[in-house]
């Protein structure tokens, strides 16, 4: 099983940012997935999830309407587009199934400063 996370970058508040997951080593349409968070300093929390279907929820309500979540089953491959970024937005970001049960990847690393 690998997650492999990547678009992370430095990025001005206001601007935008794709985040990529690839999964492998699971039947990765199977399941529903989600997007997790780590802000520096603070525990682990979730963002959102997709369904094997495509049907999206944000759980955390500080990115309501701001960020969304998509996948490619086709491409093994989980999106999180985010918008309107803030700085606390700063965190790294990772996916998983729906409830972590899979070993973490690395995370990709957000930053948002002027």
């Known amino acids: 099983v690998q997650l492999v996370e990547s678009g992370g970058d430095l990025v001005q508040p206001g601007g935008s940012l794709r985040l990529s997951c690839a999964a492998s080593?699971?039947?990765?349409?199977?399941?529903?997935m989600s997007w997790f968070r780590q802000p520096p300093g603070k525990e682990r929390e979730l963002v959102g999830f997709?369904?094997?279907?495509?049907?999206?929820?944000i759980i955390l309500d500080s990115v309501k309407g701001r960020f969304t979540i998509s996948r490619d089953n086709a491409k093994n491959t989980v999106f999180l587009q985010m918008n309107s970024l803030k700085s606390d937005d700063t965190a790294v970001y990772y996916c998983?199934?729906?409830?972590?049960?899979?070993?973490w990847g690395q995370g990709t690393q957000v930053t948002v400063s002027p």
């Open positions: 080593g699971f039947t990765f349409s199977r399941f529903d």
């Open positions: 998983n199934t729906r409830w972590g049960a899979r070993p």
């Open positions: 997709v369904t094997k279907a495509g049907d999206s929820t």
